[in-house]
């Protein structure tokens, strides 16, 4: 079996779990759209979930894995600290993204990707990173450091400079031999947060020694809209001077370079 340069792994969340389960398959079906925009075909794609959207896209890259596990309730998860910050409703979200995440990692790994990339459902990814992963391979992996929000109702375009690692889940792409293999059947509700806890990933990799870098270039664009888990669409309501500066210094125009780029 050959090497793939790129293992794209989209952890689907369950119906149940949907505000709006039309609006996500639509924004999952943009995302697929996204990946299999790169400019080579030396990718795979795995979409894991529990329920298939109302629209697919399909693409001979993408394989479409039913997600072997029930979702678990917070009850059945094991080891949660008193001190815990999420919700019961978080907890579980976050450890069934976590799980989906790990489990397609496995399956990448199986066929022989030699990166890995989580990629949020809602999420899209520039058409340079194939490119640039296969030109420049680091054998230890790389985040993204500049993105773009895109406030979808508001049609608007913001810039971040630093720290897109800090608020989206999209921003790991790790060499294969540095993602543990987990236990899939464990119940713990750390183990799947290799991937899922995505700024602490290069400082879990630095304390074994492993340095990742930033990707030099704006990646990926984190959609605000009205399924996101934090509510970041409501971030831009209002008149205060934050918001202002928002849009007077980090606005981006939506060119045609950009929409050919991300498929935006």
């Not at 794609?45 to 001979?60: G, K, M, Q, S, T």
């Not at 600290?81 to 978080?90: D, F, L, N, S, V």
């Not at 990707?113 to 999420?123: E, G, L, N, P, R």
């Not at 210094?249 to 045609?256: A, C, E, L, P, S």
Request: glycine share 4%.
């Amino acid at each position: 079996m050959n090497n793939i340069t790129i293992g794209f792994v989209i952890a689907l969340k369950p119906k149940f779990n949907s505000n709006n389960w039309e609006n996500d398959s639509k924004l999952l079906y943009q995302t697929l759209e996204s990946i299999c925009n790169q400019e080579s075909e030396d990718f795979m794609a795995f979409l894991v979930y529990h329920d298939l959207p109302d629209i697919l896209f399909n693409h001979r890259k993408i394989h479409f894995l039913k997600f072997p596990f029930s979702f678990c309730t917070f009850e059945s998860l094991d080891k949660i600290k008193a001190e815990h910050r999420e919700t019961p409703e978080g907890t579980t979200y976050f450890f069934d993204q976590g799980k989906k995440i790990m489990y397609g990692a496995e399956i990448a790994k199986f066929h022989n990707c030699k990166y890995i990339m989580s990629v949020d459902f809602d999420d899209l990814i520039s058409n340079k990173i194939l490119k640039y992963i296969t030109e420049d391979d680091n054998r230890s992996g790389y985040y993204v450091e500049k993105g773009y929000i895109y406030y979808t109702e508001k049609k608007l375009l913001l810039r971040r400079k630093k720290r897109m690692n800090g608020i989206n889940g999209s921003t790991n792409i790790i060499y294969h031999q540095n993602i543990s293999n987990v236990d899939l059947f464990s119940n713990d509700v750390d183990s799947f947060s290799f991937f899922s806890a995505h700024y602490y990933t290069k400082f879990r990799l630095l304390d074994q020694g492993i340095v990742i870098k930033p990707l030099p270039f704006y990646a990926i664009i984190y959609r605000a809209h009205i399924s996101n888990w934090f509510n970041i669409h409501t971030h831009m309501n209002g008149f205060s001077l934050k918001i202002i500066y928002k849009y007077l210094f980090q606005r981006h125009f939506i060119t045609k370079a950009i929409k050919k780029e991300f498929r935006l």
